[in-house]
């Protein structure tokens, strides 16, 4: 049974007295997501795409889209290689506070960077299988994006654990649980709609709270199919 509410409550209670380091990491990575942003933003602006468009001259979209392609495609790797590193040392804090009512330091986000490589492959590995399911249609593409969603958890659980093998038991404990995931994602978006008029700020508290209702949706998602027998605890050290 998939219990989102249950989920939601705990979080609060995780984070309760403990919300310093969680704020910090959403901080550092807005951070860095903001300097990728405004990366493409100038590559934009330099293309001259805007103002071609402007124009409506197809010639001159054309050309700007041309010089805009490779340098916004780059960036746009770039940005998925470090976001993923960056989202599995997130995902390592979150794991320890759903564990343990002990402290988490910042040390434990930077050890979190030594999983750099699992967190590349996994990334890669994801934008393609979504990426090839989107060429059908759009939905088929979001319905694969939930069901590879547990695979960064799993790959930050289970050090031994392949990256494609990580994949296929996602795909195994979120099977019949999709649209639970999609509905508890959703049930954020009135806070997120808020958060706009906060500037922002209120995301501070906001992507901690989410994160951590997240880790405890993949918690019970992977005891479920272990008791069900969907998976056996030996797969998951392979």
Known sequence: MFERKKYKSFAKKQLAGRWSIP???????????????????????NSGYMDAALSGDIDSIMLSWQTMAFPMFSSSFIEMIVMSVFSIATIGVYLKMSRSPEPVHFGDFVEGFNNWARAILGALWQALWVFLWSLLLFIPGIIKSIAYSQMFYLIVEYKDLSVTKAMKISMKITNGHKWDLFVMHLSFLGWLILSVFTLGIL????????????????????????????IKPEDLSE
């Open 203 to 230: 995301d501070l508290w906001l992507v901690p709270y989410m994160n951590m209702t997240y880790v405890n949706a993949y918690h019970a998602l992977l005891k479920e199919a272990i008791e069900n027998g969907v």
């Open 23 to 45: 704020v910090f990491i959403t901080v550092i990575v807005s951070i860095v997501s903001l300097i990728f942003s405004r990366i493409q933003s100038v590559q934009i602006k």
